[in-house]
T-cell receptor, first 114, second 115 residues
Framework: AQSVAQPEDQVNVAEGNPLTVKCTYS??????LFWYVQYPNRGLQFLLKYITGDNLVKGSYGFEAEFNKSQTSFHLKKPSALVSDSALYFCAVSESYNTDKLIFGTGTRLQVFP | EAGVAQSPRYKIIEKRQSVAFWCNPISGHATLYWYQQILGQGPKLLIQFQNNGVVDDSQLPKDRFSAERLKGVDSTLKIQPAKLEDSAVYLC?????????????FGPGTRLTVL
């Protein structure tokens, strides 16, 4: 069965420092991987996705993610964190081309301190 | 482009009462989803529509939950009767097609509290 793990409930980082939010996945076929961000009292917003091709994917707000097939990981990164990046981040996986049913991780709260 | 609209934004009911949520997807999006997000967890898919047909309702508690998507546009999700464990945020999302590489666009959600 498909699954997604986000091993950290919370990540704390100082503004201006690089950040990493971790995600590992388990699927039987080729994965389609997504990152979403959720701000308080708002729905999820799409950040980026990996479908195929270059392992480094760039997305909104300066975020990027690296797909690593051997480690079954899809970590979210940003070179320089902003206080406004503080939010809840969800990794999700879709198993195949024929369905976009997403399996979400439990989320990681990112706190960026001034 | 207008986003996914949901109403109401908040609802408080007592257990055993009924409640309904409404969703209007992005214009032209064929696929519509309802998710349940319990506090501290990621969203869980309840039901997926492709136009006005159900694609996946395997995790919908059908004894109390029902959903419909009339004319392939708006959708309603109903809970009857509600239980305490139904307290959650109910998210509606839509995507252009139902293929695996399309991102989903989410509405702001309805926060349901069952007392």
């Amino acid at each position: 069965a498909q699954s997604v793990a986000q091993p950290e409930d919370q990540v704390n980082v100082a503004e201006g420092n690089p950040l990493t939010v971790k995600c590992t996945y388990s699927v039987s076929g080729n994965p389609y991987l997504f990152w979403y961000v959720q701000y308080p009292n708002r729905g999820l917003q799409f950040l980026l996705k990996y479908i195929t091709g270059d392992n480094l994917v760039k997305g909104s707000y300066g975020f990027e993610a690296e797909f690593n097939k051997s480690q079954t990981s899809f970590h979210l990164k940003k070179p320089s964190a902003l206080v406004s990046d503080s939010a809840l981040y969800f990794c999700a996986v879709s198993e195949s081309y024929n369905t976009d049913k997403l399996i979400f991780g439990t989320g990681t709260r990112l706190q960026v301190f001034p | 482009e207008a986003g996914v609209a949901q109403s109401p934004r908040y609802k408080i009911i007592e257990k055993r009462q009924s409640v309904a949520f409404w969703c209007n997807p992005i214009s032209g999006h064929a696929t519509l989803y309802w998710y349940q997000q319990i506090l501290g967890q990621g969203p869980k898919l309840l039901i997926q529509f492709q136009n006005n047909g159900v694609v996946d309702d395997s995790q919908l508690p059908k004894d109390r939950f029902s959903a419909e998507r009339l004319k392939g546009v708006d959708s309603t999700l109903k809970i009857q009767p509600a239980k305490l464990e139904d307290s959650a945020v109910y998210l509606c999302a839509s995507s252009l097609t139902g293929t695996g590489f399309n991102e989903q666009f989410f509405g702001p959600g309805t926060r349901l509290t069952v007392l």
